[in-house]
């Protein structure tokens, strides 16, 4: 497995990422553990979590990814890099979410509990958070950075200019900074090639992008009538927001006339739609998720055969309206 710079860091990460969202909803712990023995079978050293995962479960779930990634990672910790995120609903208290100095200080105290371990190589925001300013936020990481509980920040879902401001506040208080961002991007989603990606070069942030395979939609397998029952589109309470970003006439249109370029190119769709992502110089790492260990073949398959220059320019041609961003979604 290829390792690369983590943006302008002396970080090495695997090419992939593997997300573990499914782990403990989608996935019992059995075959959680088994998906994560298979990523690291397969020369991937980078995970992924969130203190409210899983993805779907509601509530009386949160915190059950990170203590089952936890107690896979007994005895292997230091083999791994290991990332986490804060901001989402964690408890009944109206000051249980956000990126206030309270909540943030308290979730990696829990998430480091949850995971078994005394720090995260990387702890990132989930989101942003307009009723805290973004001093008391960064200067919480900073705290947390110092302290050991974290080596490098980053964010999730920020927009650009979110991520700028951040930057320039870090540049101007001489503290700790962004290091990463994670954004949504695939072959049906490419909005963020217009500002975030090219500040995140110009910045040296690391991007490590999640829905590579559009929640499932770029693997083909899915008929347009219904969702199948026990993907994304149909899981729990994350159910809904994956039909609204994906499940619609214009991205089933342009997944058939994507799925015979990809058989003309020898591969599947999902190691196409991979290695698409992957062959766009500004992205660090694509988050890789599974609900079964046999589903990481196409995209540990798409690090090993990088996708030639004309068919990506090929692909780009084809996909150009959803770099626009003149949808809603």
């Not at 298979?38 to 980078?46: E, P, V, Y």
């Not at 008929?223 to 994350?238: H, I, K, V």
Request: aromatic content about 8%.
């Amino acid at each position: 497995m290829e390792h690369t710079r983590l943006g302008r860091t002396g970080l090495k990460v695997s090419r992939l990422c593997l997300g573990t969202m499914t782990f403990g909803y989608q996935c019992d712990e059995d075959t959680s553990h088994a998906i994560l023995n298979r990523a690291m079978d397969g020369g991937i050293t980078f995970l992924d979590t969130a203190d409210v995962y899983p993805l779907g479960g509601g509530a009386e779930t949160v915190g059950r990814t990170e203590e089952i990634v936890g107690r896979w990672l007994q005895g292997r910790r230091e083999r791994f890099i290991l990332a986490t995120k804060c901001w989402g609903r964690m408890g009944p208290n109206r000051w249980d979410q956000g990126n206030s100095r309270k909540h943030i200080l308290d979730a990696i105290d829990a998430s480091l509990k949850r995971l078994g371990t005394d720090y995260v190589d990387l702890y990132q925001l989930h989101g942003p958070d307009p009723d805290t300013p973004i001093d008391e936020t960064l200067r919480a990481l900073e705290d947390i950075v110092r302290s050991g509980r974290a080596r490098y920040v980053g964010c999730s879902n920020y927009l650009a200019y979110q991520v700028a401001r951040a930057v320039g506040r870090s540049e101007a208080m001489g503290i700790v900074r962004f290091d990463s961002v994670q954004p949504r991007y695939n072959l049906l989603f490419r909005e963020i090639e217009r500002e975030l990606l090219p500040l995140c070069a110009e910045e040296g942030i690391g991007v490590i992008p999640y829905n590579p395979l559009a929640g499932g939609l770029l693997t083909g397998k899915h008929q347009r009538e219904t969702p199948e029952e026990g993907s994304r589109f149909t899981l729990g309470n994350a159910g809904p927001r994956y039909q609204d970003r994906y499940w619609h006439d214009r991205e089933f249109d342009t997944v058939a006339e994507l799925l015979p370029v990809a058989r003309e190119a020898g591969m599947s769709l999902a190691q196409m739609s991979v290695a698409w992502v992957l062959a766009n110089p500004t992205i660090t790492s694509p988050i890789i998720g599974a609900s079964r260990p046999e589903q990481l073949d196409d995209s540990l398959a798409a690090v090993e055969s990088p996708l030639p220059e004309d068919l990506k320019q090929r692909l780009d041609e084809m996909t150009a309206d959803y770099r626009k961003g003149d949808s809603p979604r």
